[in-house]
């Protein structure tokens, strides 16, 4: 049995900082709760329906559209049932389960089941190729696979002659749930309990495959103590998310993907700490809404696009409606709150003169309850970060990697500092190295990445140090600045450095910006290829008459590349002269992942915009001299 999370406590830690050369080249915080001694994440529903069997664990759907609650012992009993099919199917501690599906509540029920059963899981990305999917159960050597769809089933077993290993496929629109539940009937109680015994903190929990912007994913063997690690000095730093104030008990909606860790492990504290959670399969369409509507989060987690995307909804909605430059006011009035220490008077007046005509708005579309987003995947940039803040949505920012667990870093919610990532998180150590790369040290890091050949990790390195290939600063408080990744780096042919992520992170906050790929290496300058959001751009064409336009037409009109260029010159004014975008093409194509310009996570593949638009870039430069 693991211990639940101590009480929160009453002043922060302070961080112990290393100084070379005048400069914070270290630091290091310490955890909040002890490390976890026995037992794993099997352990948890279990532990829940013992201390409250009737609290609301999560809220479902039903086929009919209907909301309804799962208890603490429900949800026990169905990992439990579900864990017994496992083993009635023959699988054994330690075999690997793939799980392949959209963001709902079979996925959660499938990754406790496994896990009590003895089982190690494998996310696959629901939009995996049938290559992707092949290779990752291929390496990891999964004995079985659970999809969502009869299409993923034929991804599957498309590739099943190259995959002997792979024994067993469920597909849970055919009813799988339920033909697990049946087959562990036969399967006595005391067996899954065995299988729990069995596991200890540092077993492995599952296989988390990188997205592979440049080559093929590998797998980080994550264990249930990178786990609680993370999870629990995340539920102790940010209480007053987890534990919301004024008795109201803390819910949220999951819609990011399950196999990211990021979405998985937040997935993971919510059971640990007992909060409500639904489940909504995309961020597309009204299925969104209405579980908002039905759930009413009190806080979410996004990526920084789909804070850009509510930013953008709302300040389009209030320009349809006439409404433009009375939102512009209210967003410049948040965002000075927001940066605000010590608001004067004069600014908290008209904070609240504009709360009841933009800001609660933007919160009732949000489910009407939330206080806080946990933003993570990429940086969020201040200007978003300061908006969100003052309309009375706190903004908590984290950074890590799949080999952290998710978050290394987090900005506590009583101490924001726009435009960081945040101290480390409890029990972290953050250096930066000579070449300013960001090296990550704790009990959350995984326990290395796996050895098909082996069956097993293989440590990362001896001194437990990660060199996570990033680049950043910290500031005299401890606080992470993240700049860009070393490989990503342009060093223009006069031999200027150029981070491409500060530009294109400021590009992509305009809401006619879809992506950015800033370019320049071995160049005499440096240059973007912008590709136009589509939801955007159809509502700016409608304001200003031109939905007669077609795209090709719209990417060479004056206005709209007069708006873009402005776009530019505010991105330019973030660095120097020789740093600064001197050229740029709109392109006709949106970067998605099924274009294989995106990787799930939504990460630029940046080798294969420069050879899918080779000749687009060429024509920035074969005319323009050395500018």
Same mark, same amino acid.
């Given at each position: 049995?693991?211990?639940?999370?101590? %009480?929160?406590?009453? !002043?922060?830690?302070?961080?112990?900082?290393?100084?070379? =050369?005048?400069?914070?080249?270290?630091?290091?915080?310490?955890?909040?709760?002890?490390?976890?001694?026995?037992?794993?994440?099997?352990? #948890?529903?279990?532990?829940?329906?013992?201390?409250?069997?009737?609290?609301?664990?999560?809220?479902?759907?039903?086929?009919?559209?209907? $909301?309804?609650?799962?208890?603490?012992?429900?949800? &026990?009993?169905?990992?439990?049932?579900?864990?017994?099919?496992?083993?009635?199917?023959?699988?054994?501690?330690?075999?690997?389960?793939?799980?392949? %599906?959209?963001?709902?509540?079979? $996925?959660?029920?499938?990754?406790?089941? &496994?896990?009590?059963?003895?089982?190690?899981?494998?996310?696959?990305?629901?939009?995996?190729?049938?290559?992707?999917?092949?290779?990752?159960?291929?390496?990891?050597?999964?004995?079985?696979?659970?999809?969502?769809?009869?299409?993923?089933?034929?991804?599957?077993? &498309?590739?099943?002659?190259?995959?002997?290993? +792979?024994?067993?496929? $469920?597909?849970?629109?055919?009813?799988?749930?339920?033909?697990?539940?049946? %087959?562990?009937?036969?399967?006595?109680?005391?067996?899954?309990?065995?299988?729990?015994?069995?596991? @200890?903190? !540092?077993?492995?929990?599952?296989?988390?495959?990188?997205?592979?912007?440049?080559?093929?994913?590998?797998?980080? *063997?994550?264990?249930?103590?990178?786990?609680?690690?993370?999870?629990? /000095?995340?539920?102790?730093?940010?209480?007053?998310?987890?534990?919301?104030?004024?008795?109201?008990?803390?819910?949220?909606?999951?819609?990011?993907?399950?196999?990211?860790?990021?979405?998985?492990?937040? %997935?993971?504290?919510?059971?640990?700490?007992?909060?409500?959670?639904?489940?909504?399969?995309?961020?597309?369409?009204?299925?969104?809404?209405?579980?908002?509507?039905?759930?009413?989060?009190?806080?979410?987690?996004?990526?920084?696009?789909?804070?850009?995307?509510?930013?953008?909804?709302?300040?389009?909605?209030?320009?349809?409606?006439?409404?433009?430059?009375?939102?512009?006011?209210?967003?410049?009035? *948040?965002?000075?709150?927001?940066?605000?220490?010590?608001?004067?008077?004069?600014?908290?007046?008209?904070?609240?003169?504009?709360?009841?005509?933009?800001?609660?708005?933007?919160?009732?579309?949000?489910?009407?309850?939330?206080?806080?987003?946990?933003?993570?995947?990429?940086?969020?940039?201040?200007?978003?970060?300061?908006?969100?803040?003052?309309?009375?949505?706190?903004?908590?920012?984290?950074?890590?990697?799949?080999?952290?667990?998710?978050?290394?870093?987090?900005?506590?919610?009583?101490?924001?500092?726009?435009?960081?990532?945040?101290?480390?998180?409890?029990?972290?150590?953050?250096?930066?190295?000579?070449?300013?790369?960001?090296? #990550?040290?704790?009990?959350?890091?995984?326990?290395?990445?796996?050895?098909?050949?082996?069956?097993?990790?293989?440590?990362?390195?001896?001194?437990?140090?990660?060199?996570?290939?990033?680049?950043?600063?910290?500031?005299?408080?401890?606080?992470?600045?993240?700049?860009?990744?070393?490989?990503?780096?342009?060093?223009?042919?006069?031999?200027?450095?150029?981070?491409?992520?500060?530009?294109?992170?400021?590009?992509?906050?305009?809401?006619?910006?879809?992506?950015?790929?800033?370019?320049?290496?071995?160049?005499?300058?440096?240059?973007?290829?912008?590709?136009?959001?589509?939801?955007?751009?159809?509502?700016?064409?409608?304001?200003?008459?031109?939905?007669?336009?077609?795209? $090709?037409?719209? @990417?060479?009109?004056?206005?709209?590349?007069?708006?873009?260029?402005?776009?530019?010159?505010?991105? /330019?004014? +973030?660095?120097?002269?020789?740093?600064?975008?001197?050229?740029?093409?709109?392109?006709?194509?949106?970067?998605?992942?099924?274009?294989?310009?995106?990787?799930?996570?939504?990460?630029?593949?940046?080798?294969?915009?420069?050879? =899918?638009?080779?000749?687009?870039?060429?024509?920035?430069?074969?005319?323009?001299?050395?500018?």
């Amino acid at each position: 049995m693991s211990v639940a999370p101590a %009480a929160p406590a009453s !002043e922060p830690v302070e961080p112990r900082r290393t100084l070379i =050369d005048g400069r914070v080249r270290e630091v290091s915080v310490p955890a909040l709760v002890p490390r976890v001694r026995r037992g794993s994440l099997a352990d #948890l529903p279990y532990d829940n329906a013992r201390r409250d069997p009737e609290a609301v664990a999560f809220s479902r759907k039903d086929p009919e559209g209907r $909301w309804y609650d799962v208890t603490a012992a429900r949800f &026990a009993a169905d990992v439990h049932a579900v864990a017994k099919g496992l083993v009635a199917h023959g699988l054994r501690p330690g075999d690997r389960l793939a799980l392949m %599906a959209r963001t709902t509540y079979e $996925w959660t029920l499938l990754d406790f089941a &496994a896990w009590a059963a003895g089982l190690v899981t494998v996310p696959v990305y629901p939009t995996s190729s049938a290559f992707q999917t092949r290779w990752i159960l291929q390496d990891s050597g999964a004995v079985g696979c659970v999809v969502e769809d009869a299409a993923q089933a034929r991804t599957v077993t &498309a590739e099943r002659q190259r995959l002997p290993g +792979l024994a067993h496929l $469920w597909v849970l629109d055919a009813g799988a749930v339920d033909q697990l539940r049946r %087959a562990g009937a036969r399967v006595a109680d005391e067996t899954v309990t065995a299988r729990r015994g069995l596991l @200890t903190p !540092e077993t492995f929990a599952t296989l988390v495959y990188t997205s592979g912007t440049t080559g093929r994913p590998k797998g980080c *063997a994550l264990t249930h103590a990178n786990f609680f690690a993370e999870v629990d /000095n995340a539920v102790r730093l940010l209480h007053p998310v987890f534990v919301p104030g004024g008795g109201e008990p803390a819910a949220t909606l999951l819609f990011l993907p399950l196999s990211h860790v990021f979405g998985r492990m937040v %997935a993971v504290a919510c059971v640990r700490a007992g909060v409500r959670v639904g489940h909504a399969p995309s961020v597309e369409g009204g299925g969104l809404l209405d579980g908002l509507a039905a759930v009413r989060p009190t806080f979410l987690l996004a990526i920084p696009y789909v804070l850009e995307k509510v930013f953008h909804t709302a300040r389009a909605t209030a320009e349809r409606d006439g409404r433009a430059a009375l939102f512009d006011r209210a967003a410049r009035v *948040a965002r000075r709150y927001g940066r605000a220490t010590a608001p004067p008077l004069t600014l908290r007046a008209a904070r609240a003169l504009y709360d009841p005509l933009v800001y609660r708005r933007i919160r009732g579309a949000l489910g009407g309850r939330v206080r806080y987003v946990i933003s993570g995947g990429a940086p969020l940039g201040s200007r978003l970060a300061e908006f969100f803040a003052g309309a009375g949505i706190g903004v908590v920012e984290g950074y890590g990697l799949t080999e952290t667990t998710a978050a290394a870093t987090v900005t506590p919610p009583d101490r924001p500092r726009p435009g960081t990532v945040g101290p480390p998180l409890p029990g972290t150590a953050v250096r930066i190295a000579d070449d300013g790369e960001v090296w #990550l040290k704790g009990p959350h890091v995984f326990a290395g990445y796996w050895d098909a050949q082996r069956g097993t990790a293989v440590p990362h390195t001896d001194d437990g140090w990660f060199p996570t290939g990033d680049l950043g600063s910290l500031d005299e408080d401890g606080y992470l600045t993240v700049t860009g990744r070393k490989k990503d780096i342009l060093v223009t042919s006069a031999g200027k450095n150029v981070a491409p992520a500060p530009l294109e992170d400021w590009l992509r906050a305009h809401p006619l910006v879809s992506q950015c790929v800033v370019l320049g290496d071995r160049r005499p300058y440096v240059t973007a290829l912008v590709t136009l959001d589509h939801e955007a751009l159809a509502h700016w064409r409608r304001m200003r008459g031109k939905d007669h336009l077609a795209l $090709w037409e719209l @990417t060479r009109d004056e206005e709209l590349l007069g708006v873009v260029q402005r776009a530019v010159d505010d991105a /330019n004014r +973030l660095v120097a002269r020789a740093e600064s975008i001197r050229a740029f093409r709109v392109l006709t194509t949106e970067f998605s992942e099924a274009s294989g310009h995106l990787t799930p996570s939504l990460k630029l593949k940046r080798r294969a915009v420069l050879r =899918d638009f080779a000749r687009e870039i060429e024509e920035m430069y074969g005319d323009r001299g050395t500018l």
